[in-house]
């Protein structure tokens, strides 16, 4: 519903199943909370409604996706594979575990951030039961390993288990290779970007258009990060681990994207940022959009704790609202 003063309103929604039944909800708010693919798709669905005049014409909705770039940066040398391990393997704590990372104290504010860490090749047959039986229980299914399976990883479980419960860690066989990754944010660019495509999906809705790639400065500026990396952790000293610089472009080393998109519904106060710093959608008096879209850039962690925090804000809020 457009306003007089220019600014649109959202008075309900219809949710569909493919069956063709229907639930049309009402409310004062609405929050667009489905990831950075989805709330950019359901905001542009929102502007053709409306016939483009809902959003801020110079927003760069669906603009500007941008993810991780991951690739393998190094290997441990095999003198260095034990002490890594026993420093950096990953431990347990409050009943999660932790991995361990290396971030950059005092980046320059405009160098592309990123964050290291080590992978171990884990291999036994003890572990491959414990991650097809922890596959199993995520997707909600009986585990079910073979009389084979046990007898033949029966050793190694045991293993795992006393590491677990009397060290807190996890156990790491000796001579296990180990490698370190790196994943470095990616410089957004415009051609990234979600649109509206001109088929349908099953339940009436224009499908989603997804335009990714890395690009040959994406591939320059992953090499240069990589290598101002190994040089800083060189001139840390001889007792760090000796690492084996890796080639950024064979198929082990070329980077990927890691499954953290973000930038589609930017927020800001400049004319192409579509939500504001309050998360409210440019253009739209009492929608906003809670998912990783809002942020520019991956920065230098998985970006779903610090949406976390923004939903804390965004609740308090709207709970403030609704008790006026």
Request: proline share 6%; aromatic share 8%; net charge neutral.
């Amino acid at each position: 519903v457009q306003g007089n003063d220019g600014i649109a309103r959202v008075s309900e929604i219809e949710a569909r199943s493919r069956t063709g039944k229907r639930l049309c909800i009402k409310a004062s708010y609405f929050v667009v909370a489905v990831g950075a693919i989805e709330s950019s798709r359901i905001l542009q669905e929102i502007n053709l409604a409306g016939a483009g005049r809902v959003v801020h014409p110079k927003a760069a909705l669906g603009r500007y996706l941008s993810d991780h770039l991951s690739f393998r940066v190094a290997d441990v040398a095999e003198t260095s594979r034990r002490p890594v391990a026993s420093a950096f393997g990953p431990t347990f704590e409050h009943g999660m575990m932790r991995s361990f990372r290396w971030t950059e104290a005092c980046p320059a504010p405009d160098s592309l951030r990123f964050f290291a860490h080590p992978i171990f090749d884990i291999d036994t047959s003890g572990f491959r039961i414990a991650k097809k039986v922890l596959l199993d229980l995520q997707a909600r299914r009986l585990p079910n390993p073979s009389i084979g399976e046990l007898a033949e990883g029966v050793g190694s479980l045991l293993q795992l288990g006393w590491t677990r419960w009397a060290q807190s860690k996890l156990y790491i066989p000796p001579g296990t290779l180990c490698h370190v990754q790196l994943d470095m944010e990616q410089r957004p660019h415009a051609e990234n970007r979600i649109s509206l495509g001109g088929s349908i999906d099953p339940y009436g809705r224009p499908v989603s258009v997804i335009q990714w790639k890395m690009t040959d400065s994406d591939l320059r500026e992953a090499s240069m990060v990589a290598s101002s990396f190994l040089s800083r952790w060189k001139a840390a000293g001889q007792d760090m681990p000796l690492l084996l610089q890796a080639e950024i472009g064979d198929d082990l080393t070329t980077p990927s994207n890691a499954y953290h998109p973000v930038g589609t519904c930017r927020l800001g106060d400049d004319p192409e940022a579509v939500v504001g710093l309050d998360l409210r959608v440019h253009g739209i008096s009492n929608t906003y959009v809670l998912s990783t879209a809002i942020f520019p850039s991956a920065g230098t962690a998985n970006p779903t704790y610090n949406l976390l925090c923004f939903a804390d804000m965004l609740a308090s809020k709207l709970r403030k609202a609704c008790e006026v």
